[in-house]
């Protein structure tokens, strides 16, 4: 009884630390997020870097999942991501990044091209499907 | 038991009666939509008000909200929004639009800077992803 | 008996099969999925019609509907559309392509300039709200 008292107390102690740490979080739920990314340039891949920056200071515990496809491959690969240290921070921390392998064939990209943290799907639309049947949120991303 | 069916005929006449004067109302019942805007440029401006009020034309009991983001908030700004007087008229009638206090930041805007009937929301991104959670339909608006 | 064990065998071996066949295939569960099509330009009308097709591909038993407005009409328009064999082998095998007719009457479309395949929604917003209501999917398709 006594531990549960102390953990009680504890985890309102940790809890209150933390919220003055992060005054931007919204709440320490469990989310599930998808998000679509299909643009080209430079400047939105800096947007979606921040965007999941932003969330994740808001919604600490949110599982996030960037699914790209089109131009938005651009982020994901080695030789043209302008980001890519940013993304591999936030994958260190449980963000899935995934490439639309219909992308990369009509694009002629091959796994090695991209970066290391970066998972492959079949389909980014099917992916984007199959996690909105799950019951995750579906934002698109970038500008 | 004559006062109910006294009800059901005025329903009926009431109902009828709409019907004639708004032939484009898909149905009376409740729905949710949240919308993401994120256009800078005015001709979309003119189109996601142009959207909204097609949607509550089709659907008067719709609940909807248009959240603002990147360049999107131009349409919130008193100095930079080409339709003040159409989304003030729809914010008196019910309509919510939120601005992304991340954007704010970033862009350097303060809250007067916004119309007086917009409200400021943590993040665009999460608010998209809190209204789905809570059953919310979501589109983005714009072109 | 024997005949519940013939046809399971029987589905086994044709379910093998259509694997074998189709190596893209994610699953053959029925989905349900609404895309927003919205792009004016040629190449996006090929883009969306290859989202399509891969969608097929992956999901051979998905449910699908291309709800297209504002510039994304020109797809479904005799005149303008690129695609407009694609369009009809696709609608063929049961995709259904939406017209919004609130963007007819701004653009002055009639039913009679859209490929017979066609239907026509009252709004492309409401069509992708309803939707979702009815638990479909929802992604933005195009580029």
Known sequence: ????????????????????????????????????????????????????????????????????????????MTTKSKTSSGLTDLASKGVIFSACNNTMKRRNIKKEDLLSAVRVVPSAMVQLTLRQEEGWAYVKGGH
């Open 1 to 76: 009884m006594k531990k549960i008292f102390a953990f009680i107390v504890l985890s309102y102690v940790v809890g209150n630390a933390f919220a003055q740490q992060s005054p931007d979080v919204v709440d320490m739920k469990k989310h599930h997020l998808v998000m679509q990314f299909m643009d080209g340039d430079s400047l939105s891949q800096a947007t979606i870097i921040a965007q999941v920056n932003n969330i994740r200071r808001a919604l600490p515990n949110a599982e996030i999942e960037v699914v790209c496809h089109g131009p938005g491959l651009d982020l994901l």
